[in-house]
């Protein structure tokens, strides 16, 4: 697969020749160029190094939640409460 995107950047590096032989190894093992399990990689890396983004608003609805809960005692929100709150609708207001 090559990609032509003007908005993609290249990354270098250097590996010792243990290393390269390894994953040139590993790559065609697989059927993979270097370059797509180098992408490959790169994409596990970030998914197990990236944290959430606290200023995504899905941590403002989670913490509308919890503090609703809270007022509750603990009691959890019944599945319609839930749909009531999270959507800002009276309870009991269905859109159905």
Do not use: C
Not at 18 to 46: H, M, P, T
Request: charge should be negative; charged fraction near 40%; glycine fraction near 4%.
């Amino acid at each position: 697969m090559s990609n032509t995107n003007s908005d993609t950047k290249v990354v270098q590096t250097e590996l010792n020749p243990a290393e390269y032989a390894r994953f040139r190894r590993l790559a065609q093992d697989e059927g993979k160029s270097l370059k797509e399990a180098l992408r490959e990689a790169a994409a596990e890396y970030i998914d197990a190094h990236d944290e959430p983004d606290p200023s995504d608003p899905l941590f403002a609805v989670a913490d509308e939640m919890a503090e609703l809960n809270e007022a509750r005692r603990g009691e959890p929100l019944a599945p319609d409460e839930l749909d009531d709150a999270l959507y800002e609708r009276p309870h009991g207001d269905d859109d159905e």
